[in-house]
């Protein structure tokens, strides 16, 4: 008995990893579709929009600051 709880408790876990993961890339933009809009701080603080940078290429890069958890 405990051996089928284990086996289904596996199962439901995948089942739930791989609904999550799906749902995560459902929303990702794909390479060469346009950015989606943003409004946000660059390193010296100041707001920066996409429509700056239309026409242009540019790379978002995300990472937590120095020191933080993540």
Not at 6 to 23: D, F, K, N, Y
Not at 24 to 34: D, E, F, I, T, V
Request: proline residues 9%; positive net charge; contains cysteine.
């Amino acid at each position: 008995m405990l051996k089928w709880l284990l086996v289904a408790l596996v199962v439901c876990g995948a089942l739930l990893v791989l609904r999550l993961t799906s749902i995560a890339k459902r929303n990702l933009p794909r390479a060469g579709m346009p950015a989606p809009d943003f409004n946000l701080p660059d390193q010296h603080g100041a707001l920066r929009t996409r429509n700056e940078f239309r026409g242009r290429w540019f790379v978002l890069y995300f990472y937590p600051r120095d020191d933080t958890p993540g």
